[in-house]
């Protein structure tokens, strides 16, 4: 297959399917539900935003990755949380309903918040004139992120029972897609991926696992229940690869394959830790359970 056909439109198409089938699963009560909550909405969103590429630009400095690497594992950590962080917070016992909430409100700010973190990015690692999403780019963001969950919350509303019936197939699709865009990814830079792989396997594996725990133990310190700290914990872990894969390969982004690598690599390896997290999890939250109805 053609590469320029792949990055400029076959991946922009699957995104935007997979936002589609975000928003097919959503309604405005999943916005609204800020209003209730808004302690842990808070908490978690400045982990997100805040906390998690902070950590991220201390693990590329410490590992001391090539400037494309670094700025490809910061374009990750900006990218807001999946719809996979939903699946894995239901098997652990997390607040699927927070999950929802924080997936939807987290996805209307990546499309400020990521341009941000990716521009200083850049200009930090690069510095050399390196175009980055400026605001003609952040507009096709914004149209490949937010129209087409508005138009998937529109179906919803209009016709509810063909959203439930379509939400399975879209979910297994957008695995599907994500599979096929990390090969996408990684065959474009086949003749360099082991190295890649050696640089930025440890970094990606170490954001993964400190997102996760920062994300169950920052709300549990500020006193958010088991549930919601779980779902915290998911929703922060669990990085949106396909929508960053797509800034990095677009030629009408960023179009640099090499930063796609680090989302690539992650892509594959953070399904072990948080399977194995949201194990744990689920297996002490069971343990509680029983000892409070001894």
Do not use: W
């Not at 297959?1 to 097919?24: H, N, Q």
């Not at 405005?28 to 906390?51: E, T, Y």
């Not at 950590?77 to 999950?99: C, E, I, K, Q, R």
């Amino acid at each position: 297959m053609d590469e320029s056909v792949l990055t400029s439109v076959l991946l922009p198409i699957a995104l935007v399917i997979i936002m589609l089938g975000l928003g097919l699963t959503l309604t405005v009560a999943d916005f609204s539900r800020v209003l209730r909550m808004p302690r842990a909405v808070l908490v978690a969103l400045g982990v997100q935003v805040i906390l998690v590429p902070l950590i991220c630009f201390g693990l590329v400095k410490l590992f001391d990755l090539e400037p494309a690497l670094a700025v490809g594992m910061m374009l990750l950590a900006a990218s807001p949380g999946g719809t996979t962080a939903n699946l894995f917070s239901h098997l652990a016992g997390g607040d699927v309903a927070l999950n929802v909430t924080l997936t939807a409100v987290n996805s209307v700010l990546a499309v400020i918040t990521l341009p941000i973190v990716v521009n200083l990015s850049l200009d930090h690692f690069l510095g050399d004139g390196e175009i980055g999403l400026q605001p003609a780019k952040m507009l096709q963001v914004f149209a490949i992120v937010l129209v087409p969950v508005a138009l998937g919350m529109l179906i919803r509303s209009k016709l509810p029972a063909f959203a439930d019936r379509m939400t399975r197939p879209v979910k297994i699709g957008s695995i599907v897609v994500l599979v096929l865009v990390i090969f996408a990814a990684i065959y474009s830079e086949r003749d360099n991926f082991l190295d890649y792989l050696a640089a930025v396997g440890v970094v990606a594996v170490l954001l993964n696992v400190l997102s996760l725990a920062l994300g169950y133990a920052v709300p549990r310190l500020a006193n958010l229940s088991e549930r919601q700290s779980i779902a915290c914990s998911m929703e922060i872990g669990i990085h949106n690869a396909t929508l960053a894969l797509t800034i990095a390969l677009s030629p009408a982004l960023l179009g640099n394959s090499e930063m796609s690598i680090p989302v690539a690599v992650y892509g594959i390896v953070m399904f072990f830790p948080t399977a194995l997290f949201a194990f744990y999890l689920s297996r002490r939250t069971a343990v509680q359970r029983a000892g409070s109805s001894v």
